[in-house]
Each structure stands twice: as C-alpha cells, then as structure tokens.
C-alpha cells in the first residue's frame, strides 16, 4: 500500500475556496437581484392599485364628453397616483406620487402604463397596445371601468451580471358596482320615485256591470328615442322597436262607450325579466287578467304597484279613473231623426308646457293648459216636398260644449249656463279651443246640439218642427250614456256627464298621477291578426264602440336621475298630509331628528331581498328593532333592510336640521359668501352650505353639475363631502301612514339626491312661513322659470309645488353618486346604470 504524504494535502483548502468564493458571490448577486426585482414587481403593484383606487375615487355621472369630460379627470387622477411613466401614446410623464424604487423619474422612460388596453407593453414582441381598447370605449367614465396594465422594462439588476430577469408586468381593475349597504343616509325615505317596471291597463269604464273590467293589459318598456318625447323626460311604451322591448306589443279589444287607461308602475321587475327570470314578487301581466277588475290588478303582490289615478296606495288602492280616455261611439242612419255626434276627439294641445291633447302634469302649478274639440255631428237629412230643397244644413246647426271637472266627484263646470247646459259656441266648424284650469282633474265633455229650418221625424203628430231660431224646441243633450232631450238643472246632472263624459282630459300632478308627466295614445286597424298603425294622438282616442281595434301609449317620466343643471328641480314633501314622505328613527345613538339630519345615519342599510316572510321582523320598540344579533331570518343583519318610522315629523326640527347640516346654525341660516381667491396650482376653493348646483349659482364652477350646452358636454363635478349631496331610503308605495307612531317597512332602493331649496308653507294663502323658503342661498333666483331662464338656479322651488297646506319641502335633483368606499360595504357585483337605476354606486377592486 502506498503512504500517503500529508504535504501532498497542501493547497486543497486553497482551491475549495477558490471554487466556493465564486459561487458565493454569484449566489449572494442572483438573491440580491432577485430580490431586487421583487421589491420592484411590490411596488409596481402598489403603484397600479393607486392608481385604480384613485381614479375611482373621482368617478362621477353623466360622465360628459368622452374626450374633456370626466374621463380626462380619471385618466390624470390616476396617472398621478401611479406616478413617473410612459403613456400608451408614448407621452413620458416625470411627475406625480409614487415613483418607481431604485430611480423615480429617472425610470419613467422604462415603466409604460396601459389604461383599460388590451394587453401590457412589452419591447421584446414589439406589442405596443393602445389605451380604451377593453372594454371598447372611447370614454374610460361611460365604460365604469378602469383597468390599469404596467410593465417594467428591463429591470436593472444590483450587480448587472444576470440578463435573464423578465419584465415586470402587474394589473389593477376597478369597475363601477352598485353599492351593497351603505351609512350616513338621510332619516327621509319617499316612495320609489321611478319604477322598475310599468304596464298599461285598458278596462271599461262604462257605468253598470262590467266597470273596472280589465280589456287588456300590456308591459310597457323604457325607451328614450319615443318620437315627440317631451326632452328631460323618462320614455315608456307599451309597443318598442327595440330588441331588448321585445316583450311589448298591441293591445287589441273591442272598446265600450267609455274606456280608461290607467298606468300601473312597480319597482320590482316584470315577471321573467332578467337571469335567472324574476319570479314573484314581480309585476305579473299575463292573459289571465284579461276580464279581471282593474282593482285586484293594482292591489296585486302586496303593495309592489301603484296605478294612477287612484286613491290610497298598494294593496289598499281604488281606481278612480284612467289618465287617458277612449271614446266609443255609435254609427248610427239618422235620416230625418235627431242629430247624433260621433266621433269626439282633442288635439293641438298648448302652451308648449302641456304636450298632451289629453293628459296633462305640467311643471306648472297655476295657468290653464288648452286643446282643440273636434265633433263629428251627423245632422241627418230633411229634404221636404217642393223647391225649398235640403234643410240640414251646417248654418241651420248650432253645437256647443260644456266641462265638468273633479277628482273623486264633481267639484266645479266651466261653460255651462244657468241651467247647467252647454253652452260654449264650437259653431260653425264644430270645433273649439277648450281650456282644463289648473287642478281640474279630470274634464269631462258633455255637447248639446240644437237645429232651426228644419223638421225631425216622419211626416205626422210626431213631427218636430224646429222653427227659425236655436231654441229648446229642437235640442239634444249627448253624454257617453247616449242622446238625451231630458236635462234637469240638479246635482245628477252634473254627475251624468262627470261619469258618462263624450270625450275626456286629465290634469295631472304630484299626487293625482306621481312622476307622469306626458301620455300619448296610438290606434291601429286589424288586418287578418295584423295591426297596422292608423292614427296617433287626436282621433286615436275615438272609435266606434264595438269594433276590435289596436292600441299602443307612449308615456314621459319625471323624476328620474338628473342629467343636465337647466332641469326643473323634483320635491319632496315631509309633511302631515302627504302621500309621499317619512321621517325615519335610523340610529339608535341619535336621539333627535335634527341631529340625526345633521349627522347622517351611523349604521348601514342595505335594500331587502323581499325572500323573508315577513319581509321585517315585527316591532315592539325601537330598541328592539336595532337589537343584533336577531332570530332567522333576520340573522344576517346588518346590514338592516328595513326601516323604522319616527313617532312624529317634528316640521321645526326638519328645518333646524337641514340649517345645521348646511349652514351650522339652528334657526335663520345666512348663506356663506363664496370664496373666489384661488391659489395657483391649488383646487378652486370650496364652501360648504353654498348651492353648487348651477353655474350660475356661483362665479366659480369646477364642483357644479353636468351641463350639455354650450358642446362640449360637460360631466358632473359635484363633490362627495357638499353636504348637499345626500342619500334617501326608497320605500314600497304602501308605505306610510298619516297617523303619528312607529311602523317598519322594507328598504326597496337608495338614492342620491342633491338638495337646492328647503322650507315650509303656511297652508293658510298659499304661501311660505317668514315669506319665503328657509334656504337662504338664493343666488341666480330668476323671476319666472318659463322665460327661457334655467330651472336649476337658486333655492327655487318646482314651479308646480303645491303652496296650498301646511307641509314642510324639500327640492332639489336626484343624481348618480359614487360613493366614497368609507361609506359603503361594498359592492354588489352588478355594474353600475346611470341615468337608468337609482342605486348608489361604489368604486371595487376587482383584480
């Protein structure tokens, strides 16, 4: 065996460390570059979410030009909080938050940002994407999407000895959702001031056994491109070109001398909308009503629908009569008999504010709304022997109408003589300007017809003859109810032609007719099982009785989300006697009303699911009500879905609410003087309390509403923290008492509304307590808001708002807000529809 020699050993350590020195340093540079690139992969993240979350914040609708509007505010906001790079159209910024670790600005040439493109750059491919390219859309605010792709060229590493690492790439999505619960609401709820769904029920409104009898019944889809559609108004109709309104179509029956159309809205879906179908509670239009009483369709799920007109709300409400009117008639050989009037029918509607011929709400609260009345009157025939030739002649005829008017009954007539007869000329064409005064209701018609030079009736005792004037000798009285020469001067009378009325309009408003605003009436002709279009407005609403005919309405909604500054404010009343307001108990930390407006509700609300039975849990103190956690199956509150009433409406405590909320004084507020110094580089200074609602309001104007004219347009601006800018509770139409107490009642939707006027009436002549509203920011006030002026300036009222009770108001606009995320819990994983839903939205991070 061979010795080994210890000095043979010499050197080996030598080159292990040799060996093992290299190894170390490449191991030590490739974790320190990994590292490295790491710590640049975080905060390339970090910078995308900034950027997401920032430009959320900042969302706002109508979102405006694609190009100046709100999605320019977006894109910068959310550059700058990504901080130092280099845009999709290769603009290198070098200012802003955030830079990039290991160079900031230095390193703005090497990091690209994408803003809701395709894909991310990247240099190695050559893939330069461009910016609204997904989802498509040339404004980043319409598409209620912000996608935010940056890539990192080239990452340097600690020591430069590894050319292997990949470019970072990282993504952040932010998508515009409806907000799931929300906190800080208003202690006001109102009854759903737009619905989910509408329908049209034609019935008979002929006195005797089939009144209320339902003759058909069709949906009615929303559709803002209705031909003649009055403009700041929401479009419905019952018969749609448009694919997602397939569901619409004729109404086809046989008319009796008297037919109603009464709207029925509800704000839960139509049954089968949507995925999965709505199933009950829904808006449920089917076959099977056909024949039913128009009553049990309106009471139908509970207090889900509410027709107009009616009395009462929900599962409690009356049909009083239909917004529109059809005429039937008779087509009757009247030879040498009694004159007939046939057809009767309205048209040319004026001034510009009543677009209607027959149904009417303008904005408008005194003044008169006119049509013409056309009749068609067969005189007959009376040709008597010898040379004196035709006797009925249009000259020999003397036709004139009168009107009786009411809401539930009769309660006053124009052009009617002393006893109680027609008596305003439409000779000798037959027809007349008519005039519906301001609160009339519904007009009913009624015509009288008198002859002279003429005989009626067969030759013998019969025989009248007329004489050489108009006189009583030959007169006929037509109702709905036929031709009459019996015409007492009593109550019955009047109520005959109230319920029997030859032609019919209605004056709408707040209470008699909620958020309609317009109605037109279109009739078609039956061809095999075709109906083929014939007549629109005018003589649509007149037809021989009997013959099946078709029928489609096209109907305008006020109330919905505002979408320019010049709209006519919308009013809230919280008063004693309305049928449209509550006051809530929502925060069982705050004791008083006042406070409560001032403060915003502390806990969070969200809307019911409407899947419980009951939809809330029954009350036996408000302590009670806000006790978590609660018995199935309300076990998942809160947020609370439901909403507990105040025992009182404490109308001075509304009032120093809304002081303190805006002004930070109990009683006689003084509107702030606006702040005009700006400071370069700085935010136009803001003071809250001001009315930002209008650019003329104030002489700067970077936090008012959208405006559309002068183009470009112009997106909203107004800011989360205005404490103008509030959110209401909906609640279903059945909800609210006039009596004082605690009751519960489901949360149907939230809304976002921005007040511009407060204050309470007198009841007393009409007017306001201390002579005018209590908000004092009167800036912009214009003396008429129908001289061509804007609606939306100052603290003026609706120019339909009723000055006649004791009631405590509140006006302003509904809006789409996005909601700061503070006071939100969150979204509800549907995508935000301005302009068409009311729910409040949020800004998610979804990727």
Known sequence: MKTVNLRDERGVAMILFAVILP????????????????????????????????????????????????????EATA???????????????????????????????????????????????????????????PSICDSKTLDVKATEDDTDALFGWLPFFPDIKRKARVQIEEAEGLSGLLPIAVRIPRPLSAAAIFYDET??????????????????????????????????????????????????????????TSFKPRCGAGSPPAVQPCLNVGPSWKGAQVQDFCRQASGLVQCFFASGVGSTQTINSGLQFIRGYTDENVGNGPPNVESAWLDTPSPVACAG????????????????????VDIGSFDPPGPIGETRTTADTEVKYGLVHGNTSVLGSTCLDGSNRPNCNMSPSWT????????????????????????????????????????????????????????????????????NPIQRAFRGNLDRSGPIKWLRLASGNLSGATCVPALIDGQAASHIAGAERCFYIDMGLQGGIAQDQDEPPIALNLGDTSSQRAVLDCDPKIS???????????????????????????????????????????????????????????????????????????????????????????????????????????????????????????????????????????????????????DVFPIVAFGNFYITGYGRTTGSGGNWQGGAPEDPCTDGNVPDPLNGLPFGVGNEPPPDLDLTDGDTWVWGHFVNDVQPNASTSGGTGIICNPGASFQPCVAVLVE
């Open 357 to 376: 011929s027959y149904f009417n709400s303008p904005p408008i609260a005194s003044g008169s709304c006119t049509a013409t009345l056309h009749a068609d």
């Open 207 to 264: 006195p005797g056994p089939r009144y209320g009898e339902i003759l058909d019944v069709k949906y009615m889809c929303e559709d803002n491109t209705i031909f003649g559609l009055p403009a700041g108004q929401g479009g419905w109709t019952t018969l749609s070109s448009d694919p997602s309104c397939s569901y619409t179509s004729w109404a086809t029956f046989h008319p009796d001398t008297s037919n109603g159309i009464a709207i029925a």
């Open 432 to 499: 007349s300007s008519v005039t519906f005064p301001s609160g009339s209701a519904r007009s009913a018609i009624a015509i009288r017809v008198r002859l002279r030079n003429t005989k009626v009736g067969p030759a013998g005792p019969g025989q009248i003859d007329c004489g050489n004037n108009f006189s009583a000798t030959c007169q006929w009285f037509f109702t709905a109810a036929g031709r009459t020469t019996n015409w007492p001067n009593n109550a019955a009378t009047l109520l005959n032609v109230f319920e």
């Open 23 to 74: 190894l170390t340093f490449i191991l030590a540079a490739a974790t320190w570059d990994v590292g490295n690139w790491w710590v640049h992969r975080k905060h390339l993240q970090t910078k995308v979410d900034a950027a997401a979350f920032a430009g959320g914040g900042v969302w706002n609708f109508p979102c405006g030009d694609a190009v100046t509007g709100n999605s320019a505010t977006i």
């Open 79 to 137: 550059r700058k909080f990504f901080g130092p790079h280099t845009t999709a159209a290769g603009t290198v910024l070098t200012g802003g938050y955030n830079p990039q670790v290991g160079g900031g600005a230095a390193l703005a040439s090497d990091i690209h940002v994408v803003l809701n493109g395709m894909d991310w750059y990247d240099n190695d491919t050559g893939l330069a994407p461009a910016d609204r390219l997904s989802p498509p859309n």
């Open 592 to 742: 008083t009303i006042k406070d409560e407006i001032q403060q915003g509700c502390g806990p969070f609300y969200a809307t019911n699911t409407f899947l419980t039975n009951p939809y809330c849990p029954k009350l036996t103190s408000v302590n009670q009500f806000f006790a978590v956690p609660k018995a199935a199956p309300f076990d998942n509150w809160p947020p609370y879905r439901c909403v507990v009433t105040q025992t009182t409406n404490a109308a001075n405590q509304i009032m120093q609410g809304f002081n303190q909320r805006l002004f930070g004084v109990s009683n006689n507020p003084t509107c702030p003087a606006e702040n005009t110094t700006q400071v370069p580089g700085q935010p136009e200074p803001f003071t809250p309390g001001r009315n930002y609602w209008h650019d003329a309001n104030n002489q700067l104007d970077g936090y008012t509403f959208a405006q559309d004219n002068p183009l470009p347009k112009r997106g909203n601006r107004l800011r989360d923290d205005d404490p103008r800018l509030v959110t209401l509770f909906f609640t279903p139409y059945d909800s609210f008492s006039n009596k004082p107490g605690n």
